[in-house]
């Protein structure tokens, strides 16, 4: 019996064959998704960590650079070069805060402001390139977030700290 053949059979080593991991299929996915997103951005000269930023923004213009990582789940040190990169672009500016300097204020500028018109139509191809209704997607992004918030919930530490 080669190694192929023992793992199937083994529950054990199955659980750690790649296609049993629910991390690869998450990962895989967003690879895919990636991939869909750089074909509809490329028009917009964004990356897709940019546009994430840019979503943020068109929803929430004035966020400090700690409210902006907080609804992208990034921390300041990721978040500093995409913003610099974004500013370069013309399409934010990053200013510190009047009442507080230690904080750093990014607002739209006209052409942040006027980019969302041209990303109106990303949703829809991407929904289209998924093959999924509005409502298969409404609930396969609800179940994510759930498993989110639950994994967000777990304890850090080493897995022997855990019981596992």
């Not at 500013?87 to 980019?115: E, N, P, Y």
Request: glycine share 6%.
């Amino acid at each position: 019996m080669n190694r192929k053949d023992q793992s199937s059979t083994d529950p054990q080593s199955a659980a750690l064959t790649l296609d049993a991991q629910l991390c690869f299929a998450l990962y895989s996915a967003q690879l895919a998704m990636n991939k869909v997103y750089r074909h509809y951005l490329a028009d917009l000269g964004l990356t897709y960590p940019q546009y994430l930023v840019m979503l943020v923004l068109w929803e929430h213009d004035g966020l400090t650079v700690s409210a902006l990582g907080q609804h992208l789940y990034l921390d300041s040190a990721t978040l500093t070069p995409l913003l610099k990169r974004l500013q370069g672009l013309g399409l934010l500016q990053r200013d510190r805060a009047q009442a507080d300097q230690r904080q750093v204020l990014i607002s739209l500028t006209d052409a942040g402001r006027a980019l969302r018109r041209q990303a109106q139509s990303v949703p829809q191809g991407v929904l289209c390139a998924t093959g999924c209704t509005p409502d298969q997607i409404q609930g396969l992004k609800a179940q994510l977030e759930a498993l989110r918030a639950r994994l967000q919930m777990m304890p850090t530490g080493s897995s022997q700290e855990s019981g596992q």
